[in-house]
């Protein structure tokens, strides 16, 4: 949520063209604020596909040439979850190109072409033998791929029915800051279109590595050195950070997912949602936003899944929101939870930990324009105060985190 606003569930088009969203009074989904502060209006449609496109390691070197006489060359070593050589993989498989069949090399992970009868699973299939001849060498095999066409870049666990075409498992080093190819910070105490408390800070005083988690902080530690526009012009109360993938990812349609502890207490508000990529020329809401996990402190056992999207004939935000609970008021901040979306041209289906509890579609969108068939970028991010969740109180404790263990994105393995 870039910026979330609990007014009325419709807000006039001076709000709308400022970003200004509104969470419904009346127990709708949050608005959010339109402007991206850090990032230019360039679209990500085409940077976004995530690292797809193999370097040209991904060849086979000329020492896996078959050598004139000798030993057989061209097989290398097979890499795991594709076809040795170059060759395209099984089914919507991760395949690396060919291993690289020379001395040392490295293989670079892409995508491979769909082709019936491509070998996937682990250990791939093997090179093919060079031609006998007399005293050649055959080439140092090169470094394995994912070992499963649905197997994440990192070996994680796959996810039978998707292609993986983006994530981030946050396993840099600890104290690291998030990886720059794959977000930016938004910075600033503006107050986000929500009358926000916080300022949001870039680098790693809010945003770091540990762990093996992204682990976001909102403090008190150090904000009355930044100025802030809520509750009133003058020192920050707060500091936090926000997240996205703008102009370095963005996809339209698939399942998108993060595994996620979020923090506890009254005034907090972490989120993990997505806007519209043409958010810089369109606004807010008609680039479109879609809220896959977004909750307030003082409901620590609720999720909210929510579109935003015009009302019709509009620039005025007119949203859909579902909620799910936890079984028996379990806190979700007790716990890592994964939420998910299952986004296609039909419908969008919201998911808590895979328990299926929300489906909107351009028919349950009555009386609004349906926003959500081009590509959207991902955001993270932990608000503190605003119209929606109300200010932190004297049961609120600083410093909170909210811990991300993975963020990832899939198509349909069958395209």
């Known amino acids: 949520m870039l910026g979330c606003s609990s007014g009325s569930s419709t807000s006039n088009a001076t709000d709308a063209e400022a970003g200004a969203g509104g969470k419904s009074s009346a127990g709708g989904a949050s608005g959010h604020d339109g402007s991206s502060g850090t990032s230019d209006a360039s679209s990500v449609s085409d940077a976004a596909e995530g690292g797809r496109t193999a370097g040209s390691g991904g060849m086979t070197a000329a020492g896996g040439a078959v050598n004139t006489g000798g030993t057989k060359s061209t097989g290398g070593t097979t890499a795991a979850g594709g076809t040795t050589g170059g060759g395209t993989g099984g089914m919507g498989g991760i395949t690396v190109s060919g ?23 682990s250990g791939g299939t093997t090179g093919a033998s060079g ?14 791929g994912p070992a499963d066409a649905n197997t994440g870049i990192d070996g994680s666990s796959a996810l039978p029915g998707w292609f993986l075409t983006w994530s981030d498992e946050f396993d840099g080093p600890d104290g690291s800051a998030v990886d720059a190819t794959k977000w930016v910070h938004d910075v600033g105490g503006s107050g986000w279109g929500n009358q926000e408390l916080e300022y949001y800070t870039d680098g790693t005083k809010n945003a770091v ?16 050195s930044y100025n802030c526009s809520y509750p009133s012009s003058g020192p920050c109360q707060y500091t936090s950070a926000r997240l996205l993938t703008q102009n370095k990812f963005s996809q339209q349609y698939g399942r998108i997912e993060a595994r996620i502890q979020i923090p506890e207490g009254q005034g907090l508000w972490p989120a993990f949602w997505m806007l519209g990529a043409d958010i810089n020329t ?5 680039c479109g936003e879609i809220d896959i996990m977004e909750n307030i402190g003082k409901e620590p056992s609720t999720n909210n899944g929510s579109l935003h999207m015009p009302a019709a004939g509009t620039s005025n935000d007119d949203d859909l929101t579902g ?18 979306i299952e986004w296609s041209a039909a419908a969008i289906k919201f998911y808590v930990d895979d328990n299926l509890y929300e489906t909107q579609t351009p028919s349950t969108a009555t009386g609004r324009t349906w926003k959500f068939d081009h590509p959207f970028f991902i955001l993270l991010n932990v608000a503190v105060g605003g119209q929606w969740p109300g200010a932190p109180d004297s049961t609120t404790t600083f410093p909170q985190t909210m811990k991300v263990d993975w963020v990832r994105v899939y198509e349909p393995a069958n395209g």
């Open 209 to 224: 590595v540990m762990g093996g988690n992204l682990v976001i902080t909102a403090t008190t530690a150090g904000a009355s």
């Open 99 to 121: 291993g690289i069949a020379g001395t040392g090399g490295t293989s670079s992970v892409t995508r491979s072409t769909a082709v019936s009868g491509g070998t996937t699973g």
């Open 131 to 144: 031609t006998n001849g007399t005293g050649g060498v055959g080439g140092a095999g090169g470094t394995g």
């Open 323 to 340: 909620t799910y609970t936890l079984p028996g008021n379990a806190k979700l901040g007790d716990n890592f939870h994964t939420y998910a």
């Open 282 to 286: 369109s606004g807010w809401p008609t």
